[in-house]
Structures are given as C-alpha cells and as structure tokens.
C-alpha cells in the first residue's frame, strides 16, 4: 500500500529489553523523522534523517539509536527500554526542499508502546 | 529559540458554535506556520498551512491567518461540527525541522 506505515502498531516490553520500531514510506521523501507523543508534551522529535545514510539528533534522542541503509526505512531502536520511554512513537516523511510537496509532513499511525 | 504556544484544552463547545484556537510563536526570521489535526487513535494529518506573512491558510472550514506583528497563527472556524472533534496542533518550521505546540483537545456536543 501507498503511504507510511509503522509496525507494530502495539508493543509491550519489558524494561532492559532491546525494542525496534519500524517506519517504511513509500513515496520516496528524503526527510523521515521520529517523534514521542506525550500528554503534556504535545510531539517531541527524537531523530530524524534528510537522505540514505544521514542521520541527526533531534530534542530528546539520549537512549535511542536509528539508522537509515534505505530511503524508504528508518528504524528507531531502543537498546534498553526504561519505563520513561512509554510513549506512542511517530514517524513522519517530507520531500525535498525546492519540490511541491516540501512543506508537508506525512504522518504513520503510530505505534504504542508500554515498557513495563 | 524556537518555540510554539497554544492554548490549553480541552476546548468544549456546542455543534454549529464558533471555534478559536490561539497560537503564538517564537522564532528567527520567518517560519513557515502549520496547523496539524489529531483524531483519536490515528497519526497527524496536515489541515492548512502558511508560508509567509500576511498568507491566509485555510481547509475543511477552518482558517488561520499569519500574523508577523503579533506573531500570532490562530486558528477559526465559523460553525463546528461533532466530526471536529480531535487535538489540534500549531507547529512551525525552521530549516528542516517542525517544532510543535502541546496541542489543544477540541469536544464539540451535539
């Protein structure tokens, strides 16, 4: 399917277990981004990578690692999961700057993960 | 540094009344301004979006007009609906990034 999608969409884990979340887009946008949604805290960027192999930290990256060997993949991993990260995660694409749609953000529909 | 406030939610209103959501920001130069909506369980979805001063964005009814002088990007609706009910955020964009706002919960009753 067209568009973005995150996997999974639901994740419980436990606290010092390794956890990936996937992002896949399928537009070819060179900009993908991840972000925490936390109450009180509206969307806080966490990573975020402007082309195959570039990647730089955002507001809150400290215990997360991503990576980006493809376009369309940017996977956030969190080493060792703690109970602060509890949070519902967002991936996000955008174009290039300079082409039509550079202005817009494409949100996938989030994952949920509870670290217990 | 960059910033984005809005007004705290939840927002309550009846069907058919008239919305505002104010949204300040703080920035160097000028940022492009977006409002993003939430519906529940799902991911953000663009609404309008502004990219100079003076530029009146607007979608699905809603309007925001970017404010240079008063640094201002709220948000308006002449006649709400129940379907409008959702989170609601202002963010603008420097360079590569979107900085957000914390949201404002829009309920609106029948």
């Known amino acids: 399917d067209a568009g973005i999608t995150q996997s999974p969409r639901y994740k419980i884990t436990e606290t010092g277990r390794q956890v990936t979340l996937m992002c896949h887009q399928t537009w070819s946008h060179s900009y993908m981004f991840w972000y925490r949604q936390d109450l009180g805290h509206g969307l806080r960027l966490i990573y975020y990578?402007?082309?195959?192999?570039?990647?730089d930290k955002g507001e809150v990256p400290d215990g997360y690692v991503v990576s980006r060997s493809k376009t369309e993949n940017f996977p956030l991993t969190l080493e060792s999961a703690t109970r602060s990260q509890t949070s519902v995660y967002f991936c996000a694409s955008r174009g290039l700057a300079g082409g039509p749609y550079q202005e817009t953000q494409y949100f996938g529909p989030g994952t949920r993960l509870l670290v217990l | 540094g960059n910033s984005v406030t809005q007004m705290e939610g939840p927002v309550t209103l009846s069907e058919e009344a008239f919305l505002t959501i104010n949204c300040t920001y703080t920035a160097t130069g000028y940022p492009s301004l977006f409002w993003y909506v939430q519906y529940p369980g799902e991911g953000l979805q663009l609404l309008l979006k502004?990219?100079?001063?003076?530029d009146k964005g607007s979608n699905k009814g809603f309007e925001a007009t970017y404010r240079k002088e008063t640094t201002s990007f709220h948000l308006e609706k002449g006649s709400v609906q129940v379907s409008d009910s959702a989170v609601y955020f202002c963010a603008l964009r420097r360079t590569d990034k979107l900085i957000f706002g914390t949201g404002t919960r829009l309920q609106v009753f029948p």
């Open positions: 990578s402007a082309a195959a192999d570039i990647t």
């Open positions: 502004a990219t100079k001063a003076d």
